[in-house]
């Protein structure tokens, strides 16, 4: 009971809490970040080997040369390979974000002064994605201190 009110702790309405733990989110984007690096190295090994190998690959390729044919065909589809990699990490990434702005939201004593969804949009908008990701993070970061 509150000496003040008279009231019970019952009776006092309390917000719905939404705090989600990002630790799955957070493992995902980082190995997605990891294995997209990873990819990146594959598809220049790739390039770098079709380049010196097969310098003039449009040709081999008419001639059905097997092994030409071989590095084109890895290279494509390590390239597609690499951009799925990158787009779900890229995905990943900004919710982990969203959930880490809004849980900043729920349980910091210093609530963040940008809202969840700018926090993952200021990443997109030309110009402002050269200041406002690093604001962002920054006061995410002392949120949650």
Known sequence: MNDLTG??????????????STRLLA???TYGIALSVVMTAVV?????VQNFAFPDWEAQLLEDNTSAIF????????????????????????YWLYRVA???RVIGH?????HPTMAVLCWFI???HL???????????????
Do not use: H
């Open 44 to 48: 220049t090994v790739l390039e770098l």
């Open 27 to 29: 493992w995902a984007a």
């Open 7 to 20: 009231e019970s702790a019952a009776d006092v309405p309390r917000a719905p809490s939404t705090f989600k």
């Open 131 to 145: 200041v406002q990701p690093y604001r962002v993070m920054k006061a995410l970061y002392w949120a949650s201190e």
């Open 126 to 128: 030309p110009i402002v």
């Open 102 to 104: 809004q849980n900043a």
């Open 110 to 114: 210093r609530r963040p002064t940008t």
């Open 71 to 94: 590095f084109v065909a890895s290279l494509a589809w390590g390239s597609l390979v690499y951009v799925a990699v990158l787009i779900t990490s890229a995905v990943i990434f900004c």
